[in-house]
């Protein structure tokens, strides 16, 4: 899989238009022409930007859970992964996107289905774990 981190930079922030009003596939108002406030999106998206960088995803192997390839990976390291989160891993020296799981003490990273067979750890592998897919942007 071919993932290349960008550290996130508090410094780029930019507060943007924010319309407080949903968008529908009819005709709008007129009288929603105005923006209510700004909005910064690292507000939202990146609670802890120290320990945030950015990934792009390679591979459909998450694609039922919603992550598609090319799909712009939000990555938190300071967060312990919890059964069911997707994390970001090295195995063999490769970085991996897969869903953790864990029963008690055993874990599973796990593709989606069909996809590729779930990799459960032992004590004899040598898995690091890079940090817990916080969000994924998908581009039209």
């Not at 529908?24 to 923006?35: H, K, N, R, V």
């Not at 990555?75 to 994390?87: A, E, M, T, Y």
């Not at 032992?122 to 690091?128: C, G, K, M, P």
């Amino acid at each position: 899989m071919n993932l290349l981190p960008t550290r996130f930079n508090p410094s780029s922030s930019q507060s943007l238009p924010f319309y407080e009003t949903s968008v529908s596939a009819g005709f709008p108002s007129p009288a929603l022409d105005y923006a209510e406030r700004a909005l910064d999106l690292n507000e939202h998206l990146i609670p802890n930007p120290v320990t945030t960088f950015f990934m792009k995803a390679s591979s459909d192997s998450l694609k039922e859970s919603g992550i598609l390839t090319d799909d712009l990976l939000i990555v938190d390291r300071s967060l312990k992964p919890q059964s069911g989160d997707v994390i970001v891993a090295v195995i063999a020296g490769e970085f991996c996107l897969r869903r953790f799981e864990k029963y008690g003490n055993n874990i599973t990273l796990r593709a989606d289905t069909n996809y590729a067979e779930p990799f459960f750890l032992s004590s004899d592998d040598s898995v690091q774990v890079w940090g817990v897919v916080t969000a994924a942007i998908h581009t039209l």
